[in-house]
Nanobody
Framework: QDRLVESGGGLVQAGGSLRLSCTTSRRTFSTDTVGWFRQAPGNEREFVGAIRWSGGSTYYADSVKGRFTIYRDNAKTTVYLQMNSLKPEDTAVYYC???????????????????WGQGTQVTVSS
């Protein structure tokens, strides 16, 4: 079973940047896709972005496109979510998730992912 750990969250002013990290307890990720989601209080969990492990293609929600970037390190042990030009509406708990069984569903659907991290809080002040 994959154990995922997110880190890098915190408090930042609007317009600032944060970089979130997602690491796995395995030697490397074993997954079709690594997804990033977020959940604000009172809201449903929503898709932020994803990276296909084979090929490295990335996908983003319209709300973060052009501001957020997903990438992985050369050793493929960590996936990053670089967040720039942060807005107060980006405030949420951010989660990474993996899909080791190549399940059904699209990359933007939470049902595709089997293992989730515990989340890291991002708070953007105005």
């Amino acid at each position: 079973q994959d154990r995922l750990v997110e880190s890098g969250g915190g408090l930042v002013q609007a317009g600032g940047s944060l970089r979130l990290s997602c690491t796995t307890s395995r030697r490397t990720f074993s997954t079709d896709t690594v997804g990033w989601f977020r959940q604000a209080p009172g809201n449903e969990r929503e898709f932020v972005g994803a990276i296909r492990w084979s090929g490295g293609s990335t996908y983003y929600a319209d709300s973060v496109k052009g501001r957020f970037t997903i990438y992985r390190d050369n050793a493929k042990t960590t996936v990053y979510l670089q967040m720039n030009s942060l807005k107060p509406e980006d405030t949420a708990v951010y989660y990474c998730a993996v899909d080791p069984f190549y399940g059904s569903g699209n990359y933007y659907e939470s049902r595709k992912y089997d293992y989730w991290g515990q989340g890291t809080q991002v708070t953007v002040s105005s």
